[in-house]
Structures are given as structure tokens and as C-alpha cells.
């Protein structure tokens, strides 16, 4: 009896053995016309919510957290003096998003063996027990740090999963707005954190611990939800065809389509030709090749830079610090900083909504890149501008020139969230081809997770010693 070619060469390089042969028995035709059904439509849109619940993971744990460190029964109970609050706020933030940047390298391995379903399993896992251990009471701020670092390798982990499992699962109909579900849920996440840092710091007494565990401990709410959730979704259908596990895979794209149609056959035939085709083109593949061919070099950094954009915006650091920075602007007294950072957590949710519904698919993604840079730029030198001129009294006292200024960083939110915010994820996933896609997305995920780090670590310091020019 002979061994089967999976026993011999492993499935990837048995794949291209035998599967030309099987398929090229039928031709590839493309539609013009969706075929979806109703119920493909339905599991298509399931699907981006669960896994897209690691973008509100995200959101959430970054917008809690620059709340959660303004409280002062979070300041008594792990024993800090307000001197000691710009390091302690740098190091909460920004050791989160180290443990991030280095799971983008060590996920890799993890999804190509195990597939991306089992990644995200683990990747919630991880999050769920570094959030305990923060909603614990430990009075040690070490171990805080130490359980935001390890949350931070759960989020960093499924930052790159989701997108992979969403793009390689959905219609090619949804994909793009599928997509930006991501980004969507970020927001999302945001402006939940945003309101339970508001209602937590108005309605629970500074001096009981509840009242920085509450909105700490239900971040483990949404982390379990995308754990579990994955159990109702099948394996992506691009990895079960890498591995040769072809019944399966066509089980799974069966189900995601709720279709068993010709239609659907010609689509599972499609994208193993498409796996055939990126074995051949990736065969003999050296990390060398993204630095040392000039094209590849040209979108890699092209990638790298695109995220460092976004991050050198500020409005990730925005939201995170946003109780900060509206404390700079109006001070404290009635929560008024928790209540605008709410509101300004709302009008993102808005704008990207309505980015995803309308936007997403209708308008060149260069010219809107442009224009949203342009416009945030004028609000930011409009906001330094109006700031420095005419200063906040710090007594929370409504004057012109305030309200000027928390108008222009709402217009600057919205600008975002048309453009910066959601495009560089479906942008860069575009730019690679087959070749040197996966090296090329994994570092330009990593730089957008280390500046964030950067911009992180500085922006307490930035807020304390530059005041306007923040």
C-alpha cells in the first residue's frame, strides 16, 4: 500500500501534488451577481460581530483605563501620591501596549498550527486572567502592571487573528465593510467604557474599591464573549484548505454560506486554487526579500508608515487619556471631564457608523485619507491655538473659548473616524502581494502597536509638561 502524500510532505506541499488535477476538472467561472442567501447574509454578518468583539476588547480596555486612573479610589487603594500619577498612568497604558506589540510576532506560529479559530480561543483566555487579576483588590500596583501586560498579549494576539479570520470567511460582497467592523467595534467599546467611567465616578463613593473594579472587571464580559462565541463559528476555510482538511473546509464554507449550490462549489473550487497558487508563489520565501527588493521594500515601509500616521494623530492617545486631557481644558468639579470624554466617545460611535453604512465603499480611500488629514490637522493647531491664547480658568466655569475648544476636538473625532481611523486596516491589507502578505501585515500590526506604545509611555508626561501643546 503506498503513503498517502499527506504522510510524506505535509499537507501544504500534498495540496499542490494533487489538487490541480481535481479541480481544473470543472472551469472557474466568476459572477457578476451576488448569489448570497438570506441566512449567508445573517452568518456572514454573525460572524463579524463575534470576532470583531476583540475590537471592542480593544476599545473598551483603552478607554477605561485613563478613567479608571483619575479616580481616587483607585489612587488610595493601590497607595500612590498624585506626584506619582503621570509615571504610574504612562506604565499602566503603555506596558499593555508592549505585551501587545510582542504578541503580534508570537501569535503567528500559534495561528498557522492550531487555525484562527483556536488562536482566538486562546487570545481571549489570556485576556480574561490578566483582567481578574487587575479587578483584584491586590493594593500592589506591581501585580496591576504585570496583569495589564498580560491582558495586553490577549488583545495584541487577536489584533492580528481578527482581521485574518474575518477577510478569509466573509462574502467578498461584505468583506469590505465586514471589515470595518473592526474599528466600528472599537469605537464601540470606547464609548462603553467612556459612560461607565462617568457613571461609576458620579454615582459610587470615592471610597469604596467598587468603584474602579466595576468598570475594570467588565472587560472580562466581552473578552469571554469572543472566546465563546467562537464555538458557534467553523474553522476558517482558507486554513482547512492549507492543511489539506478539504471535507472540512467545505463543510465550513457550506455553513458560512448556507449554501450548497454549484455556486457555492465554484467558490470552494476558487479558493483552492488560490491556496495552490500561494504555495507555488511563497515557495522558497526569506524574510530577507521584504528589505532587499525594492518594491516589496516600498510597501512594507509603505505599511509601517501608514500606522505610524494614525498613531501620530493622537487619537488613540486621546482615547485613552481623555479624562486628561478635558481635565487640562475644564477641570474636574461635577465630573465634568468624565462627561465629556462620554460625549466625545458618542460622536465616535456616530462617525463611524455612519463611515461603515455610507462611506466605506463609495469613496477613493487616497483622497479621503488626504482630506481627513487635512482637517484634523487645522483642528489641532485651531485647538492649540484657541488654548494658548485664551487658557481654562480650571474651575469648570463655561467660557466661549472652552466650548470653541471641545467643538474642535469633536470635529477632529469625526474627521478621524471617516478616515485615519478605520481605512489603514483594509489599506494595508490590500498593498502585499500573495508572496509577502502575511510577514508584510504581521509588521505593519507591529508598528502600529509600538508606536502606540511609544505615544502611550509619553503622552502623561506630554499632558503635565507642554499643557496647550499637547
Known sequence: MEDDPEDVVGPEVALLS????????????????????????????????????????????????????????????????????????????????????????????????????????????????????????????????????????????????????????????????????????????????????????????????????????????????????????????????????????????????????????????EIRLGVETELREKEGFQLKELYTKPDNLKRTATAAVVFIAQQSTGATAFATYGPQYFKLLVGSKGNNDLLLTAIFGAIKVAACVTFVIFVAERVNRKYILTFGALVMAACQISTAAVVKAKPPPGDATVTSSGIATVALIYLFVIAYNFSWGPLPWPYVSEIFPTRIREPGIGIAVSSQWLWNFVYSISTPYMIKDLGWGT
Request: include cysteine.
Open 18 to 269: 494533487r489538487s490541480t488535477s481535481d479541480i481544473t476538472e470543472r472551469p472557474i467561472r466568476r459572477h457578476s451577481e451576488s448569489n448570497m442567501t438570506r441566512a449567508g447574509t445573517f452568518k456572514a454578518y454573525w460572524l463579524g460581530c463575534v470576532v470583531c468583539m476583540g475590537g471592542f476588547l480593544f476599545g473598551y480596555d483603552s478607554g477605561i483605563i485613563g478613567g479608571v486612573l483619575t479616580l481616587a479610589s483607585f489612587e488610595k487603594d493601590f497607595g500612590y501620591t498624585k506626584k506619582e500619577a503621570t509615571r504610574n498612568s504612562s506604565l499602566a497604558v503603555g506596558l499593555q501596549q508592549l505585551g501587545a506589540f510582542l504578541a503580534c510576532f508570537a501569535i503567528w506560529p500559534v495561528t498557522h498550527r492550531f487555525g484562527r479559530k483556536w488562536a482566538l480561543v486562546l487570545c481571549s483566555s489570556i485576556f480574561v486572567i490578566g483582567a481578574i487579576i487587575q479587578t483584584i483588590n491586590t493594593h500592589s500596583f506591581s501585580a496591576f502592571l504585570a496583569a495589564r501586560f498580560i491582558a495586553g498579549i490577549g488583545l495584541g494576539g487577536s489584533s492580528v487573528v481578527v482581521p485574518m479570520f474575518s477577510s478569509e470567511m466573509a462574502p467578498k460582497e461584505l468583506r469590505g465593510q465586514i471589515g470595518s467592523f473592526y474599528q466600528l467595534f472599537y469605537t464601540l467599546g470606547i464609548f462603553t467604557s467612556y459612560w461607565i467611567d462617568y457613571g461609576v465616578g458620579k454615582n459610587i463613593s470615592t471610597s469604596e474599591a467598587k468603584q474602579w473594579q466595576i468598570p475594570i472587571g467588565i472587560q472580562i464580559l466581552p473578552a469571554a464573549l469572543l472566546g465563546l462565541g467562537m464555538f458557534t463559528l467553523k474553522e476558517s476555510v482558507r486554513w482547512l484548505t492549507l492543511k489539506g482538511r478539504h471535507e472540512e473546509a467545505w463543510e465550513s464554507l457550506q455553513w458560512i454560506r448556507a449554501d450548497s449550490s454549484p455556486t457555492a462549489q465554484l467558490e470552494m473550487d
